[in-house]
């Protein structure tokens, strides 16, 4: 439900007021820690060997077709390509590290990163076989949106894909985004045009968002087997009601 607009003295609808509105400050290139893996800013030296090895471990380039770069054939040219990522501010990149196995196993950014409104995105999410469908990469985006919201206190974080990338589109449906529309021939990509979906979460939003990632997360949700007993999306839209 949105809020009765307020109105200026010339009776138009204005926003809700923001009298101790502040800039936050940028993401710290620091480490995040969790109960299942740890975010680190990208280190060639350190992950770039984890990160190429993890992603070798996939039996075609399908997971390449809707990023910015990749597949790459070789060491050398996956060594490149994290080098920039490292180098680079905005988009903010961290490596995934699975800390039972100490190695990292998939990648993501915060970027498009504007203090001044409290906005970011989290995108450049490449996920290796061996973070897919675990309590890991879940809790990833769990440490990422805790750092926006609880730690820098940013008013919206956004997932943004190419509209017709079916599995981003039902990631964000399921981390508690919410679908705000597609943006037509937003971006030129690949030698190809791109529509792209916009999802938002806000700050009002967040803390329920949050105490259904922490429901999840929780080692009683998971069985002897380690299949999870409630789904991340039913526990945050519990949590919402």
Known sequence: ???????????QPIGPALPDWKPRAQPPRTPVSGRYCRLEPIDVERH??????????????????????????DFDSYYAYATKQAASNDPLHHAI???ETGKAVGTLALMRI???NGVVEVGHVAYSPLLKRTRAGTEAQYLLMRRAFDELGYRRYEW?????????????????????????????YRGRSRDTAWF???????????????????????DAQG?????????????RA
């Open 1 to 11: 439900m949105t809020d009765a607009p307020n109105f200026n003295d010339y009776d």
């Open 48 to 73: 770039a060997k984890d990160l190429f090895d993890a992603y070798a471990t996939a039996p075609d380039g399908r997971d390449w077709t809707y990023m910015s770069g990749g597949p790459f054939p």
């Open 97 to 99: 590290v699975d800390l």
């Open 114 to 116: 504007d203090p001044a």
């Open 160 to 188: 943004k894909c190419d509209s017709l990338n079916a599995p981003s589109r039902r990631a964000a449906a399921r981390y508690g985004f919410t679908f705000e529309g597609v943006f037509r021939n937003a971006i030129v």
């Open 200 to 222: 938002s979460i806000t700050d009002a939003e967040w803390p329920a968002i949050s105490r259904g990632f922490e429901q999840w997360l929780s080692p009683e949700n998971f």
């Open 227 to 239: 299949q999870h007993r409630a789904g991340l999306a039913a526990l945050i839209c519990a949590a």
